[in-house]
Nanobody
Framework: QVQLVESGGGLVQPGGSLRLSCAAFGFTFRSYAIGWYRQAPGRERELVATIASAGTTSYYEDSVKGRFTISRDNVKSTVYLQMNSLKPEDTAVYYC?????????WGQGTQVTVSS
């Protein structure tokens, strides 16, 4: 069965950095694109970044361009989100996502809180 497990969230001061990880199980990881999403309280879930199956192309939402970097290790079946210059508005639960056989799968999410 497809499973995604996020980790790496926590409390950080504005301007700080965190690296999130998404470990994947139950499918041929290297064949699929992976996305990072986030959802703040009272807000809709939004796409943050995506990476192609081979890691050759990526997409970033405008508010995180230049600050966040998505990457993947197809040997470890893990996707990363390096977050630098964090702002309070980055506070949210971060989720990874994959579509396999027309079904979307989500992890449990990891909380990121940016506060002084």
């Amino acid at each position: 069965q497809v499973q995604l497990v996020e980790s790496g969230g926590g409390l950080v001061q504005p301007g700080g950095s965190l690296r999130l990880s998404c470990a994947a199980f139950g499918f041929t990881f290297r064949s699929y694109a992976i996305g990072w999403y986030r959802q703040a309280p009272g807000r809709e879930r939004e796409l943050v970044a995506t990476i192609a199956s081979a890691g050759t192309t990526s997409y970033y939402e405008d508010s995180v361009k230049g600050r966040f970097t998505i990457s993947r290790d197809n040997v470890k079946s893990t996707v990363y989100l390096q977050m630098n210059s964090l702002k309070p508005e980055d506070t949210a639960v971060y989720y990874c996502n994959v579509e396999v056989f027309s079904t979307y799968y989500w992890g449990q999410g990891t909380q990121v809180t940016v506060s002084s």
